[in-house]
Structure formats: structure tokens, C-alpha cells
């Protein structure tokens, strides 16, 4: 597909996508021709989507990047989750090879020493995964809120990733923390217990820090780095689409 053809469609798509509710977005997409991927971290948006996804029987593939150095929460809510919703969530791992290689050029955690060093334990942990997990994929769900964080706040329904080719969906774009919250309770969808404990945004554990009362949700992630925009690389504001206006990266 052209870059214009793919930037029209997920122009339309999004569009189409603002009118419909969350199950009705998530369904639109499953009918749409072309494999679907929901890359989950079991945050508490993502756990909305999963439930969903699981609940409606969605022909939507649910996986998560299982870097190595997660929280054992979070490990325990993988299996907790497929259990609820009777879903497979395949684990995607780094290569072994670029986890040695890593470690002797770097260290362990040789992310706290450099940006660059940091970026590098993203790629082999995260995005080397995540290319994989996105191969022959023609849509992309994510959890991204506009709410989530200044660099998110104009994330758009559909936006069209240049970079990897295909179309990323954000069915909850328009969701506010407050109503997430309230639509776990009354669905009594499983959470990460750590969101109770002053982490409303959970990546790998030495990388994250509960939150201060009055911080952004997003302030305890790489919380030693300066930039207000550190993302992970997942989501970045180069491959989103030129058409829809402001569409912003994320993680
Ligand atoms: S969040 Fe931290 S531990 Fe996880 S991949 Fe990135 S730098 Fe590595």
C-alpha cells in the first residue's frame, strides 16, 4: 500500500472509529481484512482492551513483550488474565544472543548510565520483540490515552504508521483514568495490583517508580532521565501520519 492510500484509510478509519463505542471499535477492526495484533503491557487500559477482546471473542491477536526484567506482578497477571478470559496472550521474548551482547557492552543495567545505553536495552528488550510481533500485521491496537501524558494528548483513533507499514488503532484514545477506573469495577476486570500502590504506569521494574501525589501519570517511568518526552520507542512521532493533525507518539 502507497503512503497516501495507507494515510486515507487510516484518515476514514478513524473517522468511522470516533462514533462507535469500545466494543464496537475493537469489532470494526477484527472484521477489517488483514491480521490484528493488541500488544499488551497489562496496564490497566490494556487490561480493558484484553477484556474485551476476550469477552466479545474478537479475532484479535493479544501479545506482550515479556522483556525479562518485569515486575512479578505483572508476570502473574499474564496468566491471571488468560484464565479470566480463557485468551491465549503469547510472550514474545528478547533473543538470548542480544541479551548477552547487551550485558557486555553495557551491563545489567547499564540503562541508567546513558540515554543512549537505555535506548539500547528498549531495543533488544522491546522493540527487536515487538517487529516481530507486528510481522505481516495490517493493524495495530494499542492502549495510548490522550490523558496519559502531554506528548499523547492529541493521540488520534487511527493514525498511519509509515515506518512499519500498517495502521495503529487506539480505541481508547478518548478515555480518561477516572472512567477506566470505574469501568474495571463494574466489570471486575483483573488489575495489576501495583496501580493500587502509587504506579498508575507500569513498564519493567527497575525502570519504574510509584508516583507522588499530583505527578503526571507517567512520571515514574525512567524517572532518572530529564526529557519530559522519554518514551520507550514503541511509539514515535515520525512514523504516525502527516494527514491527521498533530497525531503524537507514544508508549
Ligand atoms: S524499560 Fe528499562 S529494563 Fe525495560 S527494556 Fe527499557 S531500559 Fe531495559
Known amino acids: 500500500m502507497t503512503t497516501q492510500s495507507l494515510e486515507a484509510k487510516a484518515k476514514a478509519l478513524n473517522d468511522e472509529l470516533e462514533a462507535l463505542d469500545l466494543a464496537g471499535r475493537l469489532a470494526r477492526v477484527a472484521g477489517l481484512d488483514g491480521r490484528a495484533v493488541f500488544t499488551t503491557s497489562l496496564g490497566i487500559e490494556d487490561q480493558v482492551i484484553t477484556a474485551a477482546i476476550g469477552s466479545n471473542r474478537l479475532d484479535i491477536d493479544v501479545v506482550t513483550l515479556e522483556t525479562g526484567r518485569l ?8 496468566d491471571e488474565t488468560e484464565e479470566t478470559y480463557g485468551i491465549v ?3 514474545l521474548h528478547p533473543a538470548k544472543a542480544d541479551v548477552d551482547a547487551y550485558v557486555a557492552q553495557y551491563g545489567m543495567n547499564g540503562f541508567y548510565d546513558s540515554v543512549d545505553a537505555r535506548h539500547a536495552c528498549c531495543g533488544v528488550r522491546k522493540l527487536k520483540p515487538l517487529a516481530r510481533a507486528l510481522e505481516g500485521t495490517s493493524y495495530w491496537v494499542t492502549g495510548l490515552r490522550r490523558g496519559q501524558s502531554g506528548n499523547r494528548a492529541t493521540t488520534p483513533f487511527a493514525e498511519a ?4 507499514g500498517l495502521i495503529k488503532i487506539n480505541p481508547l484514545a478518548d478515555w ?4 477506566i477506573r470505574a469501568h474495571v469495577a463494574t466489570e471486575a476486570i483483573p488489575v495489576n495490583p501495583l496501580h493500587s500502590r502509587g504506579y498508575p504506569s507500569i513498564g519493567c521494574e527497575p525502570c519504574t517508580r510509584a508516583i507522588k501525589p499530583g505527578e503526571p501519570e507517567r512520571a515514574g517511568r525512567w524517572w532518572w532521565e530529564n526529557d519530559e518526552k522519554r518514551e520507550c520507542g514503541l511509539h514515535v512521532a515520525e512514523a504516525t ?3 491527521i493533525p498533530n497525531a503524537s507518539g507514544a508508549a
Open 71 to 78: 515486575f512479578n506482578e505483572t508476570v502473574a497477571l499474564i
Open 89 to 91: 496472550i503469547k510472550r
Open 161 to 164: 504508521d509509515l515506518e512499519r
Open 176 to 179: 480518561d483514568i477516572e472512567t
Open 241 to 243: 501520519s502527516s494527514i
